[in-house]
């Protein structure tokens, strides 16, 4: 009776340390969406709530941490135990720096908006689509993660190659506004800050998708290409 106590309580810890996880990628989430929605439409008020909510993004990780932490030294996890705590650790690492991406992005719509560029930037359609592909790959990672669905993940490492293209294609506008008017050179710069913190947004929710891979697989495929993950996948 004494093992099978000792065994549910166990696996309550696992199931909260999962949950407090998905807690944290909602936030994440959130801070995402908001920061992409500032930069946009220019509104400093919600550049603002993404910089201030990026503590308490930071606090949930330290917190996570430790019981991440605390459950090696008691349990000493074995097996696919183990696997759910390396995966999870690494989670929450490129969680915290998805949070870390949305606020470049919040504090470069306020130099944006301090600056008051002396010409008028063109929209650039591209910076909402990529914006748009990050933030649905990470809401599509933490679905994978909390039901660990491998067939999920794999399909969020293909679409990384399409943020990918997405950022090449505003440098290429960006570089064409520099060239055509030296004044948005300023302007181009910053924008350039927002691309490459979305595409990193991408990367960071892929690497979340082949955590998941290896958590319910026990796959290592953070190095292979998407063909090559779906066939680990089928052969597994």
Not at 15 to 25: D, F
Not at 43 to 67: F, H
């Amino acid at each position: 009776m004494a093992n099978e106590h000792s065994s549910k309580t166990y696996d309550q810890e696992l199931e909260s340390i999962r949950s407090r996880v998905l807690q944290m990628g909602g936030l994440v989430e959130s801070q995402v969406k908001l920061a992409i929605d500032c930069f946009e439409a220019g509104s400093m008020a919600d550049a603002d709530r993404v910089i201030g909510s990026d503590r308490r993004v930071n606090e949930l990780e330290l917190e996570l941490d430790r019981a991440v932490n605390n459950v090696i030294a008691r349990r000493q996890p074995t097996a696919s135990d183990l696997r759910m705590i390396m995966g999870v650790a690494k989670t929450i690492t490129d969680l915290e720096r998805i949070g870390d991406e949305s606020v470049k992005i919040a504090r470069a719509a306020k130099w944006l908006n301090d600056k008051q560029v002396a010409v008028r930037m063109p929209r650039i359609p591209d910076i909402r689509a990529s914006g748009d592909i990050a933030s649905g790959m990470l809401r599509r990672s933490l679905d994978a993660f909390a039901r660990l669905d491998v067939n999920t993940a794999a399909s969020i490492i293909k679409d990384d190659a399409g943020v990918d293209e997405r950022f090449r294609a505003v440098l290429r506008q960006l570089i064409t506004f520099m060239m055509e008017d030296p004044r948005t050179i300023s302007a181009s710069i910053d924008i350039v800050w927002v691309a490459k913190a979305i595409e990193r947004i991408g990367d960071h929710a892929k690497n979340i998708a082949e955590h998941v891979i290896f958590i319910a697989a026990g796959m290592d495929v953070r190095h292979a290409t998407p063909e090559e993950v779906d066939r680990a996948i089928a052969q597994a």
